[in-house]
């Protein structure tokens, strides 16, 4: 075989057959860090710049000019500068006409302006085809290389030749464009990276709240009523027990959440009879929380399983154990071996370690890495049929945990129940019309109504019964 010299090897799989020249205006973090990607690339690139003369940080193999020039070597200019600092572009109008103007600039807050900044782009040099994209790329994703999400691009722009233009650019640096349509969608590309976890606040906010209920339900029940009526001090509770109390709660309660909005657009689709009409807007957005929700159940599960292991090195167990132990030796006396609790006990260990492996399992087939390697049936099957079968186990890893105190009146103070109690309400709810929905009678029409059947429909009538694919 014949050996190839290094000089005739290219640098990527990316390079364009004749080397294109991008001119970059702003010699920034960003500028500098997309100028040297684009270098890489393959592109001869050239930064415009108010002070040529001190731009000394810029890559080898590029050159800095003065805006007028620079905008004259090549017809795609990138925008990397602050909209503050549009102005002068308004004495550049005859050199940028016609030319494509990429908009890579984001604000500091959430619809900061009346417009997007490439509609005041567009409105400050007419003649220009603005294009919007790389503002959710940040100049450490374009040093270090772009992974999973960070490799997205959103595009839009009203010149649908010049788009393509910057599309093609984006592919060739290794990122996925996603056109968003007309230059009207800039104000939308322009929030995205300035919104905090928008999916996370609601799981969240409702974890917190849950947390807090919780935890001083249980403080009432274990601390406040053993002072009151006997003057226990049982304070240091709240460290281990009672946060051990309130982390499989969540974990449960969240877990059955996550399948509970599904449940309801089952209910609202038999109701309706049909499946062309939008959900509310409240359950919609639920439906689109559920991996959040998720995620954080399996992270008071987690909490939990930690919680559980130091429990034997814990004073107080040592100490109740050792005086159990010293209280049974001096009267020579100990507790018979009972079966039946014997088989509680592993149940309730058992159900608990097999509904946190498929927790787990749940939790690894959300990732995007993991999820993007199985197709939809596969992603399905495990979300769903896996997915309850952890809410079965788990609620029963609950129930067997509770036992014959379950609803025994003893367990009551002030009338509260123990906080399981409570717990088991929500999953127990889902597990019942889950078992309802699946029922032959019920889930055919279901199956049907989401394959586009529509009770009230004369054209699903005239097809007696046939539906569209």
Not at 141 to 160: E, I, P, T
Not at 205 to 218: A, P
Not at 270 to 291: A, I, V
Request: aromatic share 12%; hydrophobic share 45%.
């Amino acid at each position: 075989m014949e050996k190839m010299s290094t000089d005739e090897l290219p640098l990527t799989m990316s390079f364009s057959e004749e080397q294109e020249t991008v001119c970059i205006f702003g010699t920034g973090d960003f500028g500098r860090s997309l100028g040297l990607k684009m270098l890489q690339c393959g592109y001869s690139v050239v930064f415009g710049s108010r002070n040529p003369q001190m731009s000394n940080l810029l890559p080898s193999g590029t050159k800095a000019l003065s805006y007028s020039e620079a905008a004259q070597k090549s017809d795609i200019i990138i925008l990397a500068i602050h909209r503050e600092h549009y102005d002068f572009l308004t004495e550049l109008t005859e050199v940028l006409s016609e030319k494509i103007l990429v908009d890579v600039s984001n604000n500091l807050k959430i619809n900061q302006y009346p417009e997007s900044n490439a509609e005041y782009l567009a409105q400050l040099v007419p003649k220009a085809r603005v294009v919007k994209a790389f503002n959710t790329i940040s100049a450490w994703a374009l040093q270090s290389g772009a992974l999973d999400a960070s490799r997205q691009v959103f595009v839009c722009g009203n010149d649908s030749k010049a788009k393509q233009r910057v599309m093609d650019i984006v592919r060739t640096l290794g990122l996925t464009p996603l056109d968003q349509g007309s230059l009207m969608a800039a104000n939308e590309i322009e929030n995205y990276p300035l919104q905090l976890f928008p999916m996370w606040r609601f799981p969240f906010y409702l974890s917190v709240v849950l947390c807090i209920f919780f935890f001083f339900y249980c403080v009432i029940r274990e601390i406040v009523y053993p002072y009151v009526y006997e003057k226990k001090d049982t304070t240091f509770r709240m460290v281990i027990s009672i946060p051990n109390r309130v982390f499989p709660i969540l974990a449960l309660i969240l877990l059955a959440l996550v399948y509970l909005p599904g449940v309801i657009a089952a209910i609202l689709q038999l109701y309706r009879g049909t499946k062309y009409r939008r959900f509310p807007n409240w359950l919609d957005h639920w439906m689109l929380c559920r991996k959040q929700l998720g995620l954080i159940a399996l992270g008071f599960a987690f909490l939990h399983v930690l919680y559980t292991l130091v429990i034997p090195i814990r004073y107080y167990v040592r100490w109740r154990l050792g005086n159990l132990t010293a209280t049974q030796a001096i009267a020579k006396k100990g507790n018979p071996f009972s079966t039946s609790h014997a088989w509680m006990s592993d149940s309730y260990v058992a159900l608990g370690i097999l509904g946190f492996f498929l927790f787990v399992l749940l939790g690894i087939t959300s990732l995007p890495s993991v999820s993007n390697m199985v197709n939809w049936r596969e992603f399905r099957f495990v979300q769903s049929k896996l997915g309850y079968l952890t809410l079965i186990l788990c609620t029963a890893h609950t129930l067997v945990y509770g036992g014959k105190r379950f609803l025994s009146p003893y367990i009551l103070r002030w009338y509260l129940p123990s906080a399981y109690v409570i717990a088991l309400i929500i999953p127990c709810t889902v597990l019942v019309i889950k078992f309802i929905l699946i029922l032959p009678c019920i889930d055919n029409t279901l199956t049907r109504i989401r394959q586009g059947w529509e009770r009230n429909s004369k054209f699903s009538k005239s097809l007696n019964g046939k539906t569209d694919i």
